[in-house]
Nanobody, 123 residues
Framework: QVQLVESGGGLVQPGGTLRLSCAASGSILNIYGMGWYRQAPGNERELVASIISSGRTNYADSVKGRFTISRDNAKKTVYLQINNLNTEDTAVYYC?????????????????WGQGTQVTVSS
């Protein structure tokens, strides 16, 4: 069973930093892309950053210059370094992975999601 487990959220003051981690586990053949979405109360879930197997990254305009996504392929882990946090960054952050993993007796390519980690920016 493939799972994504996130960590690193919490309460931080404006201007602070956080590092989110998301580790994929289970029987996985290949990970094509990983990334982070976030959802603030009353808002739709939005893409924050993504990274594909080649290392190419993509960021939402609102986080460019402050967020950095990276991945460790050997550890099947994606990271999100968040600098200079502001109150508008308060949200639940969800990790996702586009991968081929074992489902029952077969291997299927599909998206998996983590359970979400809360990031709260407040003084």
């Amino acid at each position: 069973q493939v799972q994504l487990v996130e960590s690193g959220g919490g309460l931080v003051q404006p201007g602070g930093t956080l590092r989110l981690s998301c580790a994929a586990s289970g029987s996985i053949l290949n990970i094509y892309g990983m990334g982070w979405y976030r959802q603030a109360p009353g808002n739709e879930r939005e893409l924050v950053a993504s990274i594909i197997s080649s290392g190419r990254t993509n960021y939402a305009d609102s986080v460019k210059g402050r967020f950095t996504i990276s991945r460790d392929n050997a550890k099947k882990t994606v990271y999100l370094q968040i600098n200079n946090l502001n109150t508008e960054d308060t949200a639940v952050y969800y990790c996702y992975a586009d991968l081929t993993g074992r489902v029952g007796g077969s291997y299927l390519r599909q998206e998996y999601w983590g359970q979400g980690t809360q990031v709260t920016v407040s003084s």
